[in-house]
């Protein structure tokens, strides 16, 4: 298996298919919010291929701040899930990124609800590929988070982390829109918001122009 960057149009194929099915609404970007980052240079999907056969992704974003990427997406595809693809997915990624300080993750954290079984099971999947779990959790419109790193070199620090994560949602939302859908890092303390769809959003970057003042929070 090896790594490969894909296009634009495997880009929007593999929205239209795999993440679709693998993603609820409020977890996944519209593809007009990916191919606008694609554009700018800081969106970077990639396909884990076997031969000719796309059996994984990664979809990679990489922050402002030199040194430190987000795994925006990480999965599977339907037919080959469950062969262990994603652990040697995660494993090539470090070898891609040897020389960076870090590799950042989110990953939804249980709230007592149905899902909480798999939601423990992607918690420890990244912990025993070696993601290290961080301090500081993050709500992402109304979702709640666990971070990991992964540092390639060696010499990633958590509050480097920190500030390369907020960076990365800084550097495509508006300040009101960062404010409003973005708590990094989460604080408990504070009333729960609602989970909001990226869909619904029609004032975010890739997804329309102006302001909407009537929200989700």
Known sequence: ?????????QLRWLHATELHEA???EELKPFPAMEQLFRRGAYHPVGAWEGETLVGYALLWTSPAAGYVLIDYLGVTAARRNGGLGGEILRLLQEKFRDWEGILVESEAPEGGPEDALRRRRLGFYQRNGFRPLSYDCLLFGVHYRTFLLSPNGKGTEAAAMEAHRGVYRSQLAPWAYEKFVEI?????????????????????????????????
């Open 185 to 217: 890092p989460r604080d408990p303390t504070r009333p729960a918001v609602p989970a909001a769809s990226w869909a619904d959003q029609t004032n975010l970057p890739g997804l329309g122009e102006g302001r909407k003042d009537d929200g989700v929070c």
């Open 1 to 9: 298996m090896q790594l490969r960057d894909l296009t634009l149009d």
């Open 23 to 25: 993603f609820p609404a």
